[in-house]
């Protein structure tokens, strides 16, 4: 190729990057501190709880890498290096459930939270494993009902949308919702250029969720038409974690 034409290029490219800091200067058009002056003042909001250790936990013996609570706000479940998923009831500080993992590569752990009867986790082995924790046999020695197999990349986030559905991010850049009850892939998601790094499901609505991802930007889907709907720009460096505000 001529130098000509890679000038040609090289101009051509910085265009369309003028042209696209242009398009983000102008959906910037308020700060947040003018967003926030709209909602008034803040001592007109309501004051956060105060906070103080209740529980302490023991159990693992490695590095605590995710925890999740149930629906109930009583269970709460935790993945560890050690090896092992435990299910706590955080009230009574009593271990209900210690389950033995494949992998102690888990990254990730997720509590189905309609009706608490499933968990699931996965790590560095690409795979979401799920456990149902209301059968007779749940134990150390519980064997997954379902093992979750597409994802290219290290699983670095799961969550539950209900029982029969269940939504996975992972560092192949994309997330994928699946058939709990049948082990398949729905749909997958795809339009981040790095690692996702995380999910969240909206609560006041469960078709829709946001990822974050090491490009920098947050993303919402909406999963009954697969399409990413909105994109959020601002971080300069990995996005590690997204929740959305219970409101």
């Not at 490695?62 to 925890?67: L, P, Q, R, S």
């Not at 992998?103 to 456990?131: H, P, R």
């Not at 930007?217 to 300069?236: E, M, P």
Request: hydrophobic share 35%; charged share 20%; with cysteine.
């Amino acid at each position: 190729m001529s130098d000509e034409r890679v000038n040609a290029i090289k101009a051509e490219v910085a265009g369309l990057k003028a042209q696209i800091d242009d398009m983000r200067a102008e959906k910037n058009d308020k700060t947040m501190a003018q967003i926030a002056a709209e909602h008034g003042a803040l001592k007109n909001l309501r004051k956060p709880p105060s906070i103080k250790l209740r529980r302490t936990l023991r159990g693992h013996f490695g590095k605590v890498y995710a925890m999740h609570w149930a629906g109930d706000s009583d269970s709460l479940l935790s993945a560890s290096q050690d090896g092992k998923l435990i299910v706590w009831n955080a009230k009574s500080n009593v271990k209900t459930h210690a389950i033995s993992l494949r992998s102690s590569w888990v990254m990730t752990c997720a509590f189905e939270q309609t009706k608490g009867n499933l968990v699931a986790c996965g790590g560095l082995d690409n795979i979401c494993s799920v456990y149902n924790i209301s059968s007779s046999d749940a134990g150390t020695s519980a064997r997954a009902t379902q093992e979750l197999s597409a994802h290219d990349g290290y699983l670095s986030c799961c969550r539950f949308i209900d029982e029969k559905h269940l939504l996975s991010s992972s560092g192949d850049s994309t997330c994928i919702q699946w058939d709990v009850e049948t082990g398949e892939v729905v749909q997958r998601f795809s339009g981040h250029n790095g690692d996702v790094m995380s999910l969240s499901i909206s609560s006041a609505n469960p078709n829709v969720f946001v990822s974050g991802s090491v490009d920098a930007t947050g993303r919402i889907w909406d999963v009954r038409s697969g399409k990413n709907v909105q994109t959020h720009f601002g971080h300069d460096a990995d996005i590690n974690s997204v929740d959305f505000f219970p409101d």
